[in-house]
T-cell receptor
């Protein structure tokens, strides 16, 4: 299985809602990432988990809360979002973040298209 | 500051024609360079990945080149197909203990019939 899956594919939520995005991989990768991508822009790194521990938080607002319950799953909990948070949210995984280059090739999921009303 | 610049920003070509996309980078220390294809609203899919010592790598109709001296890369698409319409993103990885990726803004390619 060489796939990263994300659910849901599309999500529409109000500014007062609480929702979660889910990401799953079964490649044995120990690093997982969340990216945010606005239209016609490159992905922007949000969070990195390495061995189920948060290792990088790129100054993301607290209304985004990541969680890594186990080595295969990565969640992104959303609360009190703003319309400008509407974007494509991409999950990625890699074998590890440290070590040689061959260990950090990132495999991306298909993304969740989020719309905040 | 690490940067990746891509050109052109967008490109329209006729089906069956060839095209070349460019990528210039200032990432140090350099580890590897990869090209991704991203369909609208979908996640990026890796096309090629090249390290410092590799000059060219092919994946079907896609051929990437790398000149580590001038810090330039190109992606050549041969005999384009309608399904090649997508954004092509150049991504460079540094060689730090915890490698990070620097993304280019992508070239939007439209292949018309």
């Amino acid at each position: 299985d060489t796939e990263v899956t994300q659910t849901p594919k599309h999500l529409v939520m109000g500014m007062t809602n609480k929702k979660s995005l889910k990401c799953e991989q079964h490649m044995g990768h120990r690093a997982m990432y969340w990216y945010k991508q606005k239209a016609k822009k490159p992905p922007e790194l949000m969070f990195v988990y390495s061995y189920e521990k948060l290792s990088i938080n790129e100054s993301v607002p607290s209304r985004f809360s990541p969680e890594c319950p186990n080595s295969s799953l990565l969640n992104l909990h959303l609360h009190a979002l703003q319309p400008e948070d509407s974007a494509l949210y991409l999950c990625a995984s890699s074998q590890d973040r440290a070590g040689g280059w061959s260990y950090n090739e990132q495999f991306f999921g298909p993304g969740t298209r989020l719309t905040v009303l | 500051k690490n940067q990746v610049e891509q050109s052109p920003q967008s490109l329209i070509i006729l089906e069956g024609k060839n095209c070349t996309l460019q990528c210039n980078y200032t990432v140090s220390p350099f580890s590897n360079l990869r090209w991704y294809k991203q369909d609208t609203g979908r996640g990026p899919v890796s096309l090629t990945i090249m390290t410092f010592s590799e000059n060219t790598k092919s994946n079907g109709r896609y051929t990437a080149t790398l000149d580590a001296d001038t810090k330039q890369s190109s992606l050549h698409i041969t005999a384009s197909q309608l399904s090649d319409s997508a954004s092509y993103i150049c991504v460079v990885s540094d060689r730090g203990g915890y490698s990070t990726l620097t993304f280019g803004k992508g070239t939007m390619l439209l292949v018309s019939p």
